[in-house]
């Protein structure tokens, strides 16, 4: 049973940081390329962060560049999100998603965890 389970979101002021964490299991979670997502209210989930199956490459969305962090890994099967200098803007939930491109598509999803950033 594949399962993605998202930990770590939570209230943060303006300008703080957050680690989010993924637990992957029920694949071969090395084979996958790993991202972060996230969704706020009335709009359309949006890539923030992907790292490949080894890790050695890494992109990003525009807004996060230089703010936030994704990383792996492979010998825990998990993947995590450290995001610095949080603005309101980043509020949303954060999705974990898994992704593998063989015979067929394999595409995985975690149920999210919420970030919010208040004072």
């Known amino acids: 049973q594949v399962q993605l389970v998202e930990s770590g979101g939570g209230l943060v002021q303006p300008g703080g940081s957050l680690t989010l964490s993924c637990a992957a299991s029920?694949?071969?979670?090395?084979?996958?390329?790993m991202s972060w997502y996230r969704q706020s209210p009335g709009k359309e989930r949006e890539l923030v962060a992907g790292?490949?199956?080894?890790?050695?490459?890494?992109n990003y969305a525009e807004r996060v560049k230089g703010r936030f962090t994704i990383s792996r890994d492979n010998a825990k099967n998990r993947v995590f999100l450290q995001m610095n200098n949080l603005t309101p803007e980043d509020a949303a939930v954060y999705y974990c998603?898994?992704?593998?491109?063989?015979?067929?598509?394999?595409?995985?999803w975690g149920q999210g965890t919420q970030v919010t950033v208040s004072s």
């Open positions: 998603n898994a992704r593998f491109q063989g015979l067929g598509l394999y595409n995985y």
């Open positions: 029920g694949f071969t979670f090395s084979n996958y390329r």
């Open positions: 790292i490949t199956s080894a890790g050695g490459s890494t």
